[in-house]
């Protein structure tokens, strides 16, 4: 075996016409930081949703750990390790802020009726569950939150909540769709440290996608572009970079928002 | 106007209150906790109530294992309702679940050689030997408390205070059950694929596997009222089983507020009182219609008392109002 926990290979998805993700062929080493990059339109949140199982697509492989995973529904990827963020951010709008980042938690046996049974057990797992939920609510900063609705929160938070509760789910993979465009710099800062703290500390592998090459130069290992659902370039980020070629073609103004 | 000045009256509407509160509990674990709108509920009611008189009268089957087969028909009917319909999109469940209710009405009341048909369960075909009455051995039992009760408690306690009794002892303690399931992580999965069903599935939860769960609970839930369904009203009819029916579940289910159990028995109340008191509208200006007209009447002033109290309290008599308004 290889070093590659995620191979995508040859991936396409159509929506009535419209070749979201037009044979895209790309893969993530274990351990590393990889960045999608690309403008508005794509395909890196198709490439996500494929990748997360949210869509089937219409031809190609996807492999994780060397195994199949494009025919498997999204929560059996997610049991897999690969967890995923969205863009913008969703929250259960109607549950605490807290009940949110539970809800991240693996083999929970309360999840399960047959756990009913064993209310030990259950609470054994919920009090854990609970103390790693308010530590991550901590190194967020948005712990004073924890008992209210998550409808409450801002934009930025949303986010904030969206990241750790993946966390919560001790990914071996993470998606994370532009976690940074609308969070504040001093927070990005942060969250920058959070996630490198994550891959050494734990060896969590990353995906993520930004419109904006310069936020994830420093911290990408290996960054790809795409545009109209094609990988266009690949490579670390400085060759990148210095694809000026590449960048003014398909990234225009670096400055379009999402 | 004498039969309001009776107690009798009133145990009787209590009774009912309590058996609508079981059944709209079952409503309240799959709508309060997971959004899924049944309006078939009723469905499960008569499959209970039904399998349950069939299965003493016919087959001559003890009360018991014919009560508790009955509740497992009801699980089916909701296994089968989500197997079948739970995948598609939420309005398309609410659709077909009031196709399932009525056509597990019209079965019954087509199929004369198994349930009696039009005449009720009065008609069930009795096979080989005379069967007992469906109610028999819970007769038996109402009247042994009863009996034990009267001498301690006084002449009040008779055979339908002591049924009264037994319907509200068993919403207490589906009350308690329920409020227990909805303080796990279940509930908490459950409640979070009311709003959406990426997140939780993005997290490793089969959002299917969960609201199926839900509507079989339910079902099980509106089964046992069948059961008490069947035993207070003592034959059975097929239209005992209208959507109205399950409506009325809704109706108490959204007066006590959707999200938190503890205002249903409180509504269940409120709405018997409702339901039963408004016969007595025989005064002016009601006198001057006639009482087939006045019973629709009275269905009109139990809506309009709904709308007015959801325009002043639209959570309920004790629900969360921010959990209303959140964008
Ligand atoms: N569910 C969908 N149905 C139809 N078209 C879609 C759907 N999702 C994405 N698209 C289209 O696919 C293309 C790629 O979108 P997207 O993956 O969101 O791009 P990006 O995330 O790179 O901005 C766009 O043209 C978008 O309109
Ligand atoms: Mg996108």
Known sequence: MNNLLLEVNDVAVTFGGVRAVNGATLDVAVGSVTSVIGPNGAGKTTLFNLISGAIKPTSGRILFEGLEIQNLPPHKIAERGIIRTFQGAKVIKRLSVLE??????????????????SPRTRKAYEDQARDRAMEL????????????????????QRKLLDLARALMANPTMLLLDEPFAG???????????????????????????????????????RVIVMAEGRVIADGQPNSIYQNQAVVDAYLGTRKQSS | MTAIMQPGFWVFILTMAGIYGIFSLGLQVQYGVGGILNFGHVGMMALSSYTMAILVISHGINFWIAAASGVA??????????LTTLRLRGDYFSIVSIAFSEIVRYVIYNSDNLTGGVQGSLAI?????????????????????????????GDYVDRDFVMGVLVWITLAILLLLVSRIEK??????LRATREDDDVPAALGKNVFRFRLQAVIIGSIIGGIAGIYWGLESTLLSPDDFLTLVTFYGWMILI?????????????????GFLYGGTRFFTFWPFSIIDSSQRAYIRIMIIGFALIVLMMRRPQGIFGKRQEMVLE
């Open chain 2, 255 to 271: 007066l006590g507020g959707a999200t938190k159990v503890k205002g249903l028995p409180i509504a269940a109340i409120f709405f």
């Open chain 2, 184 to 189: 796990t992580s279940w509930a908490r999965v």
């Open chain 1, 137 to 156: 609510l901590q190194q967020i900063g948005i712990e004073r939150f924890a008992q209210d609705y998550a409808g409450i929160l801002s934009g930025g």
């Open chain 2, 125 to 153: 075909p009795v096979i080989g030997d005379n069967y007992p009455s469906y109610t028999d051995t819970w007769d038996s039992l109402v009247n042994h408390i009863r009996d034990f009760l009267q001498p301690r408690l």
């Open chain 2, 73 to 82: 028909v009801a699980a089916l009917g909701g296994a089968f309702l989500g």
């Open chain 1, 100 to 117: 949110n980042l539970m809800l991240g938690g693996q083999n929970n046996p309360g999840d399960n009726l047959i756990g009913f049974f």
């Open chain 1, 183 to 221: 969070v504040n710099p001093t927070l990005v800062e942060k969250l920058l440290e959070v996630l490198d703290a994550l891959r050494t500390k734990h060896h969590l592998t990353f995906l993520l996608i930004e419109h904006d090459l310069e936020t994830v130069m420093n911290i990408s290992d």
